[in-house]
């Protein structure tokens, strides 16, 4: 039994986080249905005159007029609904909630503005960003606005004594199975001197019902995803059991305590720090956000992103002209930091160079200061006419660049940028590789009278393409993944046709309308491609290295 339990545990544990991670999105979900519904209702309330609910307040927000002294400026007044309308000016200090209350009228200002009408625009209704949990509705009268912000709510406590309730039936059941297996076992052990075949199974159904159990608050909670990632976790146990998995699982883990303690700290940092990230970030890709709330979607996200969003291929905020931006982007910059860093590599191991200790320093300096350091000197440098390039553009009869007025000069202000960057790696992969190479052989073909091209192409290239193979695969997934130059050199100016699929998915949480969901789902399409180009790019350099 004791086996059993053992087990039931390991099963139970990964079940309680899925649980609270399933509650926790129920409850958020349920305190925004119920305060937005509340919001609603005093909204209607205050267009109906009538007072409205305890701990709710409504009021009257007048349209917004140019200030008198600076027309850029827009006052607007507000008075209490429910009673005489005794107007006073909207101004930090009048009201707790001056800055919220004036926001929001703006916002709905807009709204109507865009949808074409000031009269029947989409109502607001949200939560307050203020961890309040109060909520906001906002919607157009006659001649002004109303607002309704509902009293602070809470969200649902942690059933506790609901949950530990649950996981004692779902131990019950497991010892429950254990015991008729123990009970089933001596009477098949004493007719045939082993245990017969199948008598495990009552023990397997105990397992799988107590940890399957698990998933009914799950199901009342109208989380299907949860439920059956329960179920799964039920049924995996069960046959791991059957296999005699688990029982070698603890056995591994005594015999090898000592390895995994060391192990352990880093295990447990890339599960938080990597595994999680990215599996959260997976689910995320299925939803749409919007205004503090998530919907699933499905594949929503990724078919928006793969047909383009109904763009015209040479449009910036196309996925397929930001692929190929990113694709064009990552060539031509590993490809000038490979032959920058293979020329650098050939000079500094000449016999001939006097202190080539200084100079292999220096040329490291730019891998060794942070990238973000170096772009916006980058883009100091790049700026207007002060800027330090076009001021010695200017020193030498030249006219200045706007280097970031075309698509052109943007990319090229981005790609000198990371070249900068990017060739003292290749610089020092292409040394070490240099100098393991006997010198024998560059002797013995002088002898035989073979030229510079002839010692570079059979004895030179052969010894670099082991140690670059790995470093250009390497080093195109780092410039694939570049955002720091891209959003502190250019910005993805000129109108964000030199985006990379990197700070388009950044734009996508940040600069429009905080769509994480898309962002995720960019973020998983880039994995995926990366996956494939590592393992595209390893079975190129396999089959190098089978050719030489």
């Known amino acids: 039994m004791r086996r059993h339990l053992r087990d039931f545990g390991l099963g139970a544990l990964a079940a309680f986080i899925i649980v609270t991670v399933a509650f926790v999105a129920f409850r958020n979900h349920d305190l925004v249905e119920r305060q937005t519904r509340a919001a609603n209702a005093v909204v209607s309330d205050a267009l109906g005159g009538r007072t409205a609910m305890p701990g709710s307040r409504a009021v009257f927000v007048s349209r917004a007029t140019p200030s008198t002294k600076h027309s850029f400026l827009r006052r607007r007044s507000m008075a209490p609904a429910g009673g005489p309308l005794v107007w006073r000016p909207l101004a930090p200090g009048s009201d707790p909630d001056a800055k919220l209350l004036y926001d929001t009228a703006t916002r709905l200002d807009r709204a109507a503005a865009s949808s074409g009408s000031r009269t029947t625009p989409a109502r607001i209704v949200e939560l307050v960003p203020d961890g309040s949990g109060r909520a906001i509705a906002a919607d157009h009268a006659a001649d002004h606005i109303v607002i309704a912000i509902t009293a602070p709510a809470s969200p649902a406590p942690y059933p506790w004594v609901v949950m530990l309730g649950v996981f004692g ?5 497991t010892a429950a199975g254990a015991l008729v297996d123990r009970t089933a076992s001596p009477s098949g052990a004493a007719t045939s001197g082993a245990p017969p075949v199948g008598v495990a199974w009552p023990a397997r159904l105990g397992t799988f019902a107590g940890i399957g159990v698990l998933a009914i608050p799950t199901i009342l909670w109208g989380s299907v995803v949860a439920a059956t990632l329960i179920v799964i976790i039920a ?11 688990t029982d070698r699982f603890i056995h591994g883990v005594r015999e090898h305590r000592t390895a995994l303690g ?16 990215f599996v959260i970030g997976l689910f995320i890709g299925f939803y749409d956000h919007h205004h503090g709330s998530w919907t699933f979607v499905g594949l929503s996200n990724f078919g928006e992103l793969l047909s383009g969003g109904g763009r015209a291929l040479d449009d910036p905020l196309n996925f397929w002209f930001i692929v190929g931006v990113t694709v064009l982007w990552t060539v031509v ?3 000038f930091h490979v032959v920058l860093g293979v020329l650098l590599a050939l000079l500094l191991t000449r016999p001939w160079l006097r202190a080539k200790g200084m100079w292999r320093m220096l040329f490291i300096v730019p891998w060794a200061v942070p990238n973000y350091i170096t772009a916006l000197i980058w883009k100091g440098m790049f700026e207007g006419e002060y800027g330090a390039i076009n001021s ?3 020193l030498a009869g030249l006219d200045g660049v706007t280097w970031f007025g075309s698509w052109i000069a943007s990319f090229s202000a981005n790609v000198i940028t990371n070249t900068w960057l990017g060739f003292p790696f290749m610089l020092v992969v292409a040394i070490g590789a240099l100098e393991s190479i006997p010198k024998e052989q560059y002797e013995a073909a002088a002898v035989d009278g073979a030229s510079a091209w002839q010692r570079f192409r059979h004895i030179t290239l052969p010894y670099l393409r082991p140690a670059l193979g790995p470093a250009i695969v390497l080093g195109s997934i780092w410039t694939f ?8 050199v250019s910005g993805g100016a000129p109108g964000g046709s030199t985006n990379t699929l990197v700070t388009d998915a950044y734009r996508w949480a940040f600069d ?4 994480y969901g898309m962002a995720a789902a960019e973020g998983t399409l880039i994995f995926l491609i990366l996956l494939l ?7 190129l350099v396999r089959a190098k290295g089978a050719t030489e």
Not at 238 to 244: G, P, S
Not at 262 to 277: D, E, H, K, Q, T
Not at 512 to 515: I, L, S
Request: aromatic share 8%; glycine share 8%.
């Open 392 to 394: 010695l553009l200017d």
């Open 533 to 539: 180009w590592n393992v595209f790019g390893k079975r």
């Open 262 to 277: 060391f192990l352990g700290p880093a295990a447990i940092s890339m599960l938080v720090l990597v595994a999680a990230p």
């Open 512 to 515: 429009r309308g905080e769509r």
């Open 481 to 488: 993944n570049m955002f720091n130059v891209i959003h502190l």
């Open 235 to 245: 049924a995996g146990l069960a046959f791991a059991q059957h296999r005699n998995l």
């Open 333 to 335: 910059n590993v490809t």
């Open 169 to 173: 039936l779902g131990a019950a059941l």
